[in-house]
């Protein structure tokens, strides 16, 4: 059983630009959820894709987005970055259906802007 | 008002000796799930434990045990025989509403107790 994957595992972009950052989820699950964790805080909701649609939001302003592909792997794009976008994000996949909907995390990817 | 309490910012246990790791949650939904993770300074987050709101017994995986206490709405986390290992980030999170159902399951987290284990 392959589990999530994320990719790239760091990243540093300067001020205004732009990023994506992709994952995998693991085999089996169908929805996908993307979470940005600040040093010393808890993960904070950005959103979830299910069935190729956004499923739910936090409260991110639009300029953070997403996809979901046919695979159930997922997209996050951020544009005109901003220092405070520095940060942890992790994407977490799980099965929606199940009893639990227990999200499983991949490594993450660790954003610096400059 | 914070949905996940962890108010245990750090916490000390001796390696094979028991620790426990507290968090209170609030919700006036009546069916919610209640999960623990932890953090190795790697960044992953790895399951560890679920409680569903329903669930009759406290769950137990492996050296991992959930305390319960649904009136008090505190699940505590129970490490027994704590390992080096173990030492890492800990955080409570909790999925409101029931699992399944198709619909928007964020989860939403506490600010993390940091444990260390002494050799």
């Known amino acids: 059983e392959t589990g999530v994957t994320q990719s790239p595992t760091h990243l540093i972009k300067t001020r205004g630009q732009q990023v994506t950052l992709r994952c995998s989820s693991q085999?089996?699950?169908?929805?996908v959820s993307w979470y940005q964790q600040a040093l010393g805080q808890g993960p904070q909701f950005i959103f979830q894709?299910?069935?190729?649609?956004?499923?739910g939001r936090g409260n991110f302003p639009p300029r953070f987005s997403g996809l979901q592909f046919p695979n159930y792997s997922s997209e996050l794009n951020v544009n005109a970055l901003e220092l405070d976008d520095s940060a942890l994000y992790l994407c977490?996949?799980?099965?929606?259906?199940?009893?639990?909907?227990?999200?499983?995390f991949g490594p993450g990817t660790r954003l610096t802007v400059l | 008002a914070q949905k996940i309490t962890q108010t245990q910012p750090g916490m000390f246990v001796q390696e094979k000796e028991a620790v426990t790791l507290d968090c209170t949650y609030d919700?006036?939904?009546?069916?919610?799930?209640l999960f623990w993770y932890k953090q190795p300074s790697s960044g992953e987050m790895i399951f560890l434990i679920y409680q569903g709101s329903y669930d009759q017994q406290n769950a137990t995986e492996g050296r991992y045990s959930l305390n319960f206490q649904k009136a008090r709405k505190s699940a505590n986390l129970v490490i027994s025989a704590s390992q080096l290992g173990d030492s890492a980030m800990y955080f409570c999170?909790?999925?409101?509403?029931?699992?399944?159902?198709?619909?928007?399951?964020?989860?939403?987290w506490g600010l993390g107790t940091s444990l260390a284990v002494n050799p």
């Open positions: 977490a996949s799980s099965f929606t259906g199940g009893l639990t909907d227990t999200q499983y």
């Open positions: 894709y299910y069935r190729e649609e956004e499923n």
């Open positions: 919700t006036s939904d009546p069916s919610y799930g």
């Open positions: 085999s089996g699950h169908n929805t």
């Open positions: 999170a909790m999925r409101e509403g029931p699992g399944g159902a198709g619909n928007n399951r964020k989860l939403i």
